[in-house]
């Protein structure tokens, strides 16, 4: 089984967002078929817990939510997928100036921009890397949210999710602040929690 995007248009490829099973209205949708996980119940408990948790927290960012669908297509039945939202700005309600970046293909990145992929961002590639150099090298953390980076590594040691502990599996939200951002983290992508 492999994942699948649903993008949802009109008839004049207007986006068509629609609300599926109380997860809000998108046009950008996800089919997980959650093929690493025979019990397929980690990444959805994942999920719960996490945006359980992080509607307590001052940092407030949801993971995706996901619900489970059975998928037929072509009249022959392909299983149980989880029917999941896209992370976003408009999910994550963020405004027009806030930045949105996913952890990049590689474990030990040789660089800023192979460690993060923009998703979003009103500022050039250049202008939106360097705001990432000193956190990608550690030697300037003032950007980060530390109550949020802390919660979400006491998150990630709680699910055993080593495989979300490096720069991949990660979304990265720089939200506008006055004259800079501040750095928050959201986990994608966890269907190796709690172990193989």
Do not use: C
Not at 26 to 31: F, N, P, V
Not at 64 to 77: A, H
Not at 123 to 137: N, P
Not at 173 to 188: G, I
């Amino acid at each position: 089984k492999k994942p699948w995007k649903l993008s949802l248009e009109k008839k004049h490829h207007e986006n068509n967002n629609v609300e599926f099973l109380g997860m809000g209205a998108d046009d950008d949708w996800i089919l997980n078929p959650m093929s690493i996980d025979d019990t397929k119940m980690k990444e959805k408990l994942f999920m719960d817990l996490w945006n359980t948790w992080q509607q307590q927290a001052p940092w407030n960012y949801p993971m995706s939510t996901g619900e489970y669908v059975e998928l037929v297509r072509n009249q022959s039945y392909e299983g149980v997928y989880l029917l999941q939202r896209r992370i976003d700005k408009k999910y994550l309600q963020m405004g027009e100036q806030d930045i949105v970046l996913k952890g990049g293909p590689s474990w030990t990145p040789e660089s800023v921009e192979v460690a993060y992929e923009i998703v979003d961002s009103p500022l050039s590639d250049e202008e939106t890397f360097s705001l990432m150099e000193g956190f990608y090298s550690g030697d300037d953390i003032s950007r980060l949210d530390m109550d949020n980076f802390l919660d979400t590594n006491l998150f990630l040691q709680f699910a055993s999710a080593g495989d979300n502990a490096g720069f991949k599996n990660m979304f990265y939200l720089l939200t506008a602040e006055k004259d800079d951002y501040r750095l928050s983290l959201v986990p994608w992508d966890t269907d190796m929690s709690w172990g193989m």
